[in-house]
T-cell receptor, first 112, second 116 residues
């Protein structure tokens, strides 16, 4: 079936550097995308979202880019900090459907 | 932001017993609540969607007689794992959204179930 997936299961980044986490989706009907951060033993925490009528959205230290042509989504974290260590999930939703479908997740590991 | 709580946060039970997990929206009315299951190092898998006052809609492969869901009020949904077995050990997470279909889902902190 159609699903949202990630290219890399683990990403190691030097503290202070920028992190880029990628996500590919295959459902062309998806029009709402969300990035979540999950720390060990906790529920997902909303980071940022984007709708399909946009290709870029910025938050505090985070930016989400959407390329609908190639069905690709990315999360950029600026000046990565130790507290950014977590598993990051992209998720997708389609208008009229209240379900959110999660991708596989990428673990972000911060190197000292 | 909106707060969703779960109780208990961790439960250990014997095989064959039933366990009830509560999900509460603390400061908003949740028209729809979702239940997810997450195995170690895996993603969240949607189990079912429940709307207040109606029967839950289960995802394919999820046994409705084993995972009983009740959404009796706009602030409370419960998931009961009946006759639990070790393979049911998992992290169960609920989320809740308000009345509008575009409302954000707010996630609870999760409940870790360990079946001995």
């Amino acid at each position: 079936g159609e699903s949202v997936g990630l290219h890399l299961p683990t990403l190691s980044v030097q503290e202070g550097d920028n992190s880029i986490i990628n996500c590919a989706y295959s459902n062309s009907a998806s029009d709402y995308f969300i990035w979540y951060k999950q720390e060990s033993g906790k529920g997902p925490q909303f980071i940022i979202d984007i709708r399909s009528n946009m290709d870029k959205r910025q938050g505090q230290r985070v930016t989400v880019l959407l390329n609908k042509t190639v069905k690709h989504l990315s999360l950029q974290i600026a000046a990565t900090q130790p507290g950014d260590s977590a598993v990051y999930f992209c998720a997708e939703n389609t208008s009229g459907d209240d379900k959110i479908i999660f991708g596989k997740g990428t673990r972000l590991h911060i190197l000292p | 932001g909106a707060v969703v709580s779960q109780h208990p946060s961790w439960v250990i039970c014997k095989s064959g017993t039933s366990v009830k997990i509560e999900c509460r929206s603390l400061d908003f009315q949740a028209t729809t609540m979702f239940w997810y299951r997450q195995f170690p190092k895996q993603s969240l898998m949607l189990m079912a969607t429940s709307n207040e006052g109606s029967k839950a809609t289960y995802e394919q492969g999820v046994e409705k007689d084993k995972f009983l869901i009740n959404h009796a009020s706009l602030t409370l949904s419960t998931l009961t794992v009946t006759s639990a077995h070790p393979e049911d050990s998992s992290f169960y997470i609920c989320s809740a959204s308000g009345r509008a279909s575009t409302d954000t889902q707010y996630f609870g902190p999760g409940t870790r179930l360990t079946v001995l």
